[in-house]
């Protein structure tokens, strides 16, 4: 690397966390090279958004194809073909019913456009969250999330009407119908059902720990929701597109038939890496924000809907489902021997996912930042692994379509990783 480009660092704005020093130039398939030279197998990509693995050859050749065609068609002034295409595709695969969607560019944007939605499809204002969840670092997110005090700190006073409630964590004893009578007391107290107009929830917390919700707990969400004549809006922007190993989670064997949101948000796996956003619901929700009221300058961009639409082929075409559920089942079971073998040293306390979706946390008697120490160790094994949560966790992210050998490498990686910080 140039000095030029070492010196340009520090040009960067710092509230930009990183975990590792590295430059990144280059990504095939489930590993990543830097600019040193360096080849690292990466469990993060990019916090789940390349699901079809980096550089995948049908994406590429979808995306130089559009960029000979038209870059950017901006969507307040006309439709484009690709845009339409993707949505023919997509609707077929939503959760029941769900027949209307809105392109946006980011995950946050999709979020603050589902409540935008919801308030104006019920014409009441507040938002109910649960403990943990992560939707964004805009400033109306920012109010939403509450996955780690970084995201908001200093940045107050923030949106008002969120008021957050406890989401099911059994492994720390919170468990559904706590939760549940958390939300009744929430409404005992605190609100009225004339002022609510959404729910808003993360099948699987994501920044708070990589937490299944129980089985249960959304069927009785959507209850509540209904019994307060108030929307459901399922964040899928981290657990869709199979990471969960099923398409969409709330639309998944695990949670049943009687979840089925409102509102469904998704980003992240949609265009393996191009910003693409979406918000899909029902028409009758969708038409009550008259034109000009949604919208946005790179909204539904045209080649990242062509990326788009090539990742939805690669997903059913290559059974990129399917093998998420086997390939997290096998990297469960490897993490699962690590916990229970010596390394470990009965520091390891749980290994929970669905999919390719898995996180483990570590007791509460380990030592205080071990995540950030052993994603640095994993670095040096050149394994790329994240932490998440205001817990000791760490989140194993890795593309759908990774082999077998990718998996059981590695899982050794992290095994030798947690012998040098243990």
């Known amino acids: 690397m140039s000095t030029f480009k070492a010196a340009t660092k520090g040009n960067i704005a710092r509230g930009v966390g990183r975990m590792a020093d590295l430059v990144f130039t280059k990504g095939n398939g489930s590993y990543v090279q830097t600019s040193c030279g360096k080849e690292l197998l990466d469990f993060t990509t990019g916090i789940g958004v390349v699901n079809t693995g980096h550089s995948h050859p049908r994406v590429v050749a979808a995306a130089k194809e559009q960029v000979e065609k038209i870059v950017h068609s901006q969507v307040n002034i006309g439709y484009h073909d690709k845009m339409l295409e993707l949505t023919e595709m997509l609707l077929p695969n939503l959760p029941r019913g769900l027949d209307t969607i809105y392109y946006g560019t980011t995950g946050a944007e999709a979020v603050e456009n589902a409540v935008k939605m919801a308030r104006a499809m019920t014409g009441k204002h507040a938002v109910v969250v ?15 999330t509450t996955s780690s005090r970084i995201y908001r700190q200093k940045f107050g006073p923030l949106i008002p009407g969120i008021h957050v409630t406890p989401f099911p964590y059994e492994y720390h004893g919170i468990t559904t119908d706590m939760a549940m009578e958390e939300l009744e007391q929430l ?15 993360e099948p699987v917390l994501g920044e708070g720990g990589y937490v299944p919700a129980p089985p249960d707990f959304l069927r009785k969400v959507r209850e509540f929701a209904n019994s307060k004549r108030a929307l459901m809006i399922c964040d899928e922007v981290q657990t869709g597109f199979g990471r969960t190993g099923s398409l969409f989670a709330c639309d998944s064997d ?17 265009a393996s890496g191009f910003p693409l956003s979406g918000v899909a619901t029902y028409r009758e929700i969708a038409n009550q924000c008259d034109p000009g009221m949604l919208g946005g300058t790179y909204a539904g961009n045209a080649l990242s809907c062509a990326a788009a639409i090539a990742t939805q082929k690669v997903i ?10 086997k390939m997290g089942e096998r990297l469960r079971d490897n993490l699962r021997s690590i916990q229970q073998s010596e390394v470990s040293k009965g520091l390891i306390g749980d290994v929970r996912g669905l999919g390719l979706m898995t996180g483990v946390e570590f007791i509460k008697e380990a030592e205080a930042g071990i995540k950030a120490k052993l994603s640095q160790a994993c670095v040096e094994e050149n394994l790329l692994l994240l ?36």
Request: proline share 3%.
């Open 187 to 201: 409404f005992k107290d605190t609100l009225h059902e004339d002022d609510v107009a959404a729910f808003l929830v």
């Open 130 to 144: 649960f403990r943990g969840g992560y939707h964004g670092r805009t400033f109306g997110t920012m109010a939403m």
């Open 387 to 422: 932490g998440c949560s205001t817990y000791e966790v760490v989140r194993f992210v890795p593309p759908l379509n990774i082999s077998e050998e990718d998996i059981d490498i590695g899982c050794e990686k992290f095994e030798n990783a947690l012998k040098s910080v243990l």
């Open 254 to 270: 695990y949670y049943g038939d009687d979840v089925a949101p409102d509102i469904l948000t998704m980003a992240k796996g949609i």
């Open 316 to 325: 059913q075409e290559e059974n990129l489902v399917e093998n998420s559920v």
